[in-house]
């Protein structure tokens, strides 16, 4: 049986990868965080299924990579974890940086150590072009514009140098921004659909954000995977853009989902200072077309598909929550 080992099994694209990878017949192993408040949510619909097995550690921590690197041996091991919030590290930079940088060499350092045959891939990010204009693709330069970025641009060398000096089967997946109904709520496109979902159920007044006139590339974190899946698995390493070639601002992206609820965000959106960053990147879209041409991958979700699955899913949670408040 193939096995594969997953950090950052928690989040929303290790989640999806979960299901991906057992679907197609993997032993998975997924690495987890200690947390005092539940953290395995996203994996509740797939808890009980006897080839998926979580392992305490940390990427920080080389010793616990190390040693699970050494014990599994998988065929394939997707880093997904990371510090992923790219206006928090402002505020905690070194961590973020070891979280998000440092922690990409302790797992390409555990796999030529203990199993150099394990195939490797990142979850590099789009964040690195940074304050390069659009489109961006694989020969687009750098321009990082928070620390978080920095530390994806060194997680990204850092994989293209042990390819170079060791001949490993390691890629960086640069992805453009994922989302999904199982979105953390933080990030924009969730706290949008949630809040509007909220708002037309009477739950909520209002919607703070920061520049609504930032523009992003969003792909359903489905489509993501299934390009991580294929990346991973082809004959030879590389690096790849991953995302829609798509983009649109937040204000788009507010306006059209409080539209599909019947609602102007105009009445219901209001800035806050607080979500602004201390340099922000203004403009973000890919061209995919070396993932397309190389491996075949395209997205299966348009934009206007993944904006209804998630207004859908958050409605449904909205609903939840007006019943419990109603029988109080
Ligand atoms: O949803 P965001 O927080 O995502 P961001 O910063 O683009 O980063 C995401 O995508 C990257 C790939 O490009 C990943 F590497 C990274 O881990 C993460 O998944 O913000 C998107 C845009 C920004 O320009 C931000 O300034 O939305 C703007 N925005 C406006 N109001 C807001 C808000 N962002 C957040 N999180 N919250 C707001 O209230």
């Not at 609504?212 to 974190?221: K, V």
């Amino acid at each position: 049986m193939n096995t594969v080992f997953i950090t950052g099994v928690t989040g929303q694209v290790g989640s999806y990868l979960v299901d991906l990878f057992l679907s197609k017949g993997y032993m998975v192993y997924g690495l987890k965080r200690r947390s005092s408040s539940l953290n395995t949510e996203r994996l509740n619909h797939t808890f009980s299924n006897q080839n998926l097995k979580l392992e305490y550690g940390d990427v920080t921590d080389y010793s616990s990579i190390a040693n699970l690197v050494a014990n599994i041996k998988p065929d394939l091991f997707v880093n997904c974890a990371a510090q992923s919030h790219v206006r928090v590290s402002f505020d905690i930079p070194c961590y973020t940086f070891d979280a998000s940088g440092a922690s990409v060499i302790n797992c390409l350092e555990a796999i030529r150590t203990h199993s150099p045959s394990t195939r490797f891939i990142t979850m590099s990010s789009s964040e690195m072009f940074g304050s390069t204009p659009p489109p961006q693709n694989e020969q687009t330069p750098f321009h990082p514009r928070s620390i978080y970025a920095v530390a994806k641009l060194a997680g990204y060398y850092a994989v293209i140098n042990y390819r170079e000096a060791y001949n490993m089967h390691c890629s960086n997946a640069i992805c453009f921004n994922t989302e999904s109904p199982r979105r953390g709520e933080t990030f924009v496109t969730r706290k949008i659909t949630r809040a509007a979902t909220r708002i037309k159920l009477g739950l909520q007044d209002k919607l703070y954000l920061g520049n609504m006139d930032a523009r992003r590339d969003w792909s359903h974190a489905y489509d993501t995977s299934e390009a991580i899946f294929r990346i991973i698995n082809a004959s030879t390493p590389d690096d790849y853009v991953i995302g829609s070639g798509e983009m649109h601002s937040v204000k788009e992206f507010a306006e059209l989902v409080f539209s599909k609820l019947g609602m102007d965000y105009k009445d219901y959106i209001e800035t806050d200072p607080h979500y602004y960053r201390a340099s922000e990147v203004d403009a973000l879209c890919s061209n995919p077309t070396k993932i397309k041409t190389n491996l075949g991958w395209s997205p299966k979700y348009s934009y206007e598909q993944l904006v209804d699955e998630m207004i859908a899913s958050d409605m449904e949670l909205a609903k939840r929550e007006k019943l419990i408040k109603d029988h109080k």
